[in-house]
């Protein structure tokens, strides 16, 4: 098994671990700047892959798109990069998005705050406070952000697999507790059928953000994958004009063969 997904605060060490993990492995690592090639790859517009983090969508992030958009271009892009079972995520709500495919690994990289905040003081040349206020907010972030699109908190040990002290175990050893784990009877390979799940979420992901971005209401429609390529989408529309515009719009995502159309026509006031 080779698909893993690692998480941390900042100052833990979580991406160093991810890139010696991924080195070591000699497997793809998916970190921020990946993250972002493979959304443009896909087909998103670059000004909506921008800010494609573990942060609550700002007051003007949700004036130029709402909240759904930005999880549903989010998911798009880790079910788009998972769909090969291999590879090393770096956060990105990766470990709540992975959470049902036990051919995943989940690793928490953990530290205290005392030995974050002299980490960062040591790399950035920052005071003790303001290394101290960098963490908060960017642990308020995270919270925020799990809290927001899963409803549950990033710091739950439920959602992983293994939690690692890198205070007491060092970059070095984290990585190659991680890779020793890999190596264990109970992880497994993604099976085909794993893989082709992952792709179709990634592609019903990616219509409904098509969609949402086209001004279309959630409530107005819903996307299922039932097979490779094909979309069906049911739901209701004003005109008859809307209608065809719906299906246009899923007809042209990247990965979309067959569009089955099952939109009812429902005129303002009717409903």
């Not at 890139?19 to 959304?39: G, T, W």
């Not at 809307?242 to 246009?248: G, L, N, Y």
Request: with cysteine.
């Amino acid at each position: 098994m080779s698909l893993v997904t690692i998480s941390g605060g900042m100052g833990s060490g979580a991406e160093k671990v991810a890139e010696l993990v991924a080195r070591m492995a000699k497997l793809e690592l998916f970190d921020d700047k990946r993250l972002y090639d493979e959304a443009i790859r896909m087909g998103i517009r670059a000004e909506d892959s921008k800010g494609l983090d573990e942060k609550v969508p700002g007051f003007f992030d949700s004036l130029r798109y709402n909240p759904e958009l930005y999880l549903d271009t989010l998911e798009s892009v880790v079910f788009e990069v998972s769909r090969t079972g291999k590879g090393v995520i770096v956060g990105h709500g990766s470990q709540a998005l992975l959470r049902d495919f036990g051919c995943a690994m989940h690793v928490l990289v953990h530290a205290s705050e005392a030995y974050r905040i002299q980490q960062l003081t040591e790399k950035h040349h920052l005071s003790k406070k303001a290394a101290e206020k960098m963490i908060q907010k960017k642990d308020n972030e995270k919270r925020g952000f799990f809290r927001f699109a899963f409803h549950m908190e990033w710091s739950d040990p439920s959602l992983y697999d293994l939690v690692i002290n890198t205070e007491k175990l060092g970059i070095g050893g984290a990585a190659k507790l991680v890779l020793e784990a890999l190596l264990s009877d109970g992880i497994k390979e993604c099976s085909l059928r794993a893989l082709e799940t992952m792709e179709r979420m990634s592609l019903m992901k990616k219509v409904q953000a098509s969609l949402l971005k086209e001004h279309f209401s959630y409530t107005q429609f819903h996307v299922e994958v039932p097979e490779q390529g094909v979309v069906q989408i049911s739901g209701y529309t004003a005109t008859e004009e809307d209608k065809r515009q719906m299906v246009k719009v899923a007809r042209r995502v990247q990965g979309v063969s067959k569009v089955r159309d099952e939109i009812g026509v429902m005129p303002a006031g009717a409903y």
